[in-house]
């Protein structure tokens, strides 16, 4: 299908059996963003065998394979299409690994909208209960 905007890719996402990362990444643009969007949508992983994915997902959740190794690229998508239960397995690990990521907790802590009830650090003015905007206080 080519390339996707983002607002079109998620469902895309989820309706993938398996999600990979395939050979296209290296050891300078090794970006962990797509693995952790995977992750967040428990989705067993096919990716390349490198470091920087390593620090974020292990074998429970994905299958692993050497750059430019097609056939193990193919072994691991072929084993996940063949057993729905280790696909189940792989996608539930991958979600409990991508929760207990500091990263993740960071982006998800980051991307919480500011609560209503509590005035914005950077707002010059706070709302009273009638509504009305009150200066700050020192």
Same mark, same amino acid.
């Given at each position: &299908?080519?390339?996707l905007p983002q607002e079109r890719s998620a469902a895309y996402v989820q +309706?993938?059996?398996v999600l990979a990362i395939p050979d296209t990444v290296t050891g300078? &643009? !090794?970006s962990p963003l797509k693995l952790f969007e995977y992750m967040a949508a428990a989705k067993p992983i096919v990716c390349k065998d490198m470091p920087a994915l390593r620090e974020i997902v292990d074998e429970t959740a994905a299958h692993f394979f050497t750059g430019g190794d097609v056939d193990r690229l193919v072994q691991g998508l %072929?084993?996940?299409r063949q057993d729905p239960s280790l696909r189940d397995r792989m996608g539930k690990a991958a %979600? !409990?690994?991508s929760a207990r990521s500091p990263i993740t907790r960071r982006s998800r802590a980051s991307a919480r909208p500011? %609560?209503?009830d509590t005035p914005s650090r950077c707002s010059p003015a706070s709302t &009273? +209960? +009638?509504g009305t905007a009150s200066p700050p206080t020192a």
């Amino acid at each position: &299908t080519g390339q996707l905007p983002q607002e079109r890719s998620a469902a895309y996402v989820q +309706s993938a059996d398996v999600l990979a990362i395939p050979d296209t990444v290296t050891g300078m &643009t !090794a970006s962990p963003l797509k693995l952790f969007e995977y992750m967040a949508a428990a989705k067993p992983i096919v990716c390349k065998d490198m470091p920087a994915l390593r620090e974020i997902v292990d074998e429970t959740a994905a299958h692993f394979f050497t750059g430019g190794d097609v056939d193990r690229l193919v072994q691991g998508l %072929r084993m996940l299409r063949q057993d729905p239960s280790l696909r189940d397995r792989m996608g539930k690990a991958a %979600r !409990a690994q991508s929760a207990r990521s500091p990263i993740t907790r960071r982006s998800r802590a980051s991307a919480r909208p500011a %609560r209503r009830d509590t005035p914005s650090r950077c707002s010059p003015a706070s709302t &009273t +209960s +009638s509504g009305t905007a009150s200066p700050p206080t020192a």
